[in-house]
């Protein structure tokens, strides 16, 4: 199945909006942590991601090395996730 870069969008936003608890405009680590570890027990994985882990990801995608993930830049991972690559 294939999506289109505004089914993408709207993903992202409302997974954003659901995770920036403190509606930063960004999601920090705390808050990419809970997202990916509800990611993951969605999936049926037994494991739950470690903050370390949380900010090596973080800081493999933050373009502007503020240490936090924008929109943008989620919306590049799902791109990624999506697409395979």
Same mark, same amino acid.
């Not at 995770?19 to 680590?29: A, I, N, P, Q």
């Given at each position: 199945?294939?999506?289109?870069?505004?089914?993408?969008? /709207?993903?992202? /936003?409302?997974?954003?909006?659901?995770?920036?608890?403190?509606? =930063?405009?960004?999601?920090?680590? /705390?808050?990419?942590? =809970?997202?990916?570890?509800?990611?993951?027990?969605?999936?049926?994985? /037994?494991?739950?991601?470690?903050?370390?882990?949380?900010?090596?990801?973080?800081?493999?995608?933050?373009?502007? =090395?503020?240490?936090?993930?924008?929109?943008?830049?989620?919306?590049?991972?799902?791109?990624?996730?999506? =697409?395979?690559?």
């Amino acid at each position: 199945m294939s999506y289109s870069d505004d089914d993408l969008r /709207n993903a992202v /936003n409302a997974v954003f909006d659901a995770y920036d608890k403190d509606k =930063s405009g960004t999601l920090e680590v /705390n808050e990419v942590r =809970s997202l990916i570890n509800d990611a993951l027990k969605h999936m049926g994985q /037994n494991r739950e991601v470690t903050k370390a882990e949380v900010e090596q990801f973080v800081a493999a995608v933050d373009k502007n =090395s503020d240490g936090k993930i924008a929109k943008p830049e989620l919306f590049e991972i799902f791109k990624k996730v999506i =697409s395979g690559k």
